[in-house]
């Protein structure tokens, strides 16, 4: 056998078999391995720390969801996976004030639009992983709240990223939104529900549900089950310490509710009753 054909079938096995042992080893393990590698992040932040105008990637425009939401995906830094991150917008329909959830900067033109619909009041980590842009937020406009959940403030805050001013579950009441935490799966984020001025909420969440299609993504994307429709994604359900209770969160707490809109962290909103119906049902059949 030729040397290089031996050098290739040892590497491919070298790579092969740790992936495999991971594949097939037990929840508790692989979750235990992903809390401890791949989801560690306390990285501190770059030096000097780049302003608000600095910091602004590609991005679309923003887009209106309802008559007092509003959504622009921006894009992730490189090299870094191909799919969008989303910034939704909510208008507190009792005084206009503007409720930022996972802040993306934005380019004059759209931070411009963005500030003619009211004046930035609260500014929501949804977990430490939608971070990236939230002190050049905090910088921009210092009179806004920083929010993050509970459970997340010593990470969201970790090597001085940003400052959070309170917890989600201090402020929530006074805003005017709820709180409707998942059960069966991690507390890094909080699910919000925002209450919409044409009647109906909002469900909007970061990492708990993607809703990416295979095309949209690369081969990574799709191999760690990130790109399969709607719902939790390959890591959100190995992270799910009792997928059952997952599901019945799903099936009980949600579909009761007059959802009209979903916002998720990365990929499409869902916006009408009977999708956002399809989309939830679609979410408890992935939960397992």
Not at 146 to 159: I, Q
């Amino acid at each position: 056998m030729k040397p290089l054909v031996v050098a290739g079938a040892v590497a491919a096995t070298l790579v092969s078999l740790p992936v495999a042992l991971v594949y097939f080893s037990p929840r508790w393990l692989k979750r235990w391995f992903l809390l401890r590698t791949l989801l560690v992040r306390r990285s501190p932040p770059p030096k000097p720390r780049p302003t608000y105008e600095e910091s602004v990637l590609p991005h679309g425009e923003l887009r209106a969801l309802a008559d007092n939401l509003w959504v622009v995906t921006g894009s992730v830094p490189q090299p870094g996976p191909p799919f969008g991150r989303n910034c939704a917008v909510w208008r507190r329909p009792s005084d206009g004030a503007l409720l930022v959830y996972s802040p993306v900067c934005l380019r004059p033109e759209v931070r411009a639009a963005l500030e003619a619909l009211g004046e930035v009041r609260w500014i929501v980590v949804p977990n430490p992983y939608h971070r990236l842009d939230a002190h050049a937020w905090s910088v921009a406009y210092p009179s806004a709240e920083v929010l993050a959940p509970y459970a997340a403030v010593d990470d969201t805050e970790a090597h001085g990223y940003v400052a959070v001013t309170a917890s989600l579950e201090e402020r929530a009441q006074a805003i005017g939104v709820t709180l409707l935490p998942a059960a069966g799966t991690w507390k890094l984020e909080v699910p919000l529900l925002l209450p919409l001025q044409g009647g109906g909420e909002a469900l909007v969440v970061a990492d708990l549900f993607f809703n990416l299609e295979p095309s949209e993504t690369d081969a990574l994307t799709r191999f760690v089950g990130a790109a399969d429709g709607f719902g939790p994604t390959g890591i959100g359900r190995i992270l799910a310490d009792d997928p059952g209770a997952l599901r019945a969160w799903v099936e009980t707490e949600l579909t009761t509710r007059d959802l009209r809109v979903v916002v998720v962290g990365h990929g499409a909103a869902v916006v009408g009753q009977e999708a956002v119906r399809e989309k939830l049902a679609e979410a408890a059949a992935r939960c397992f």
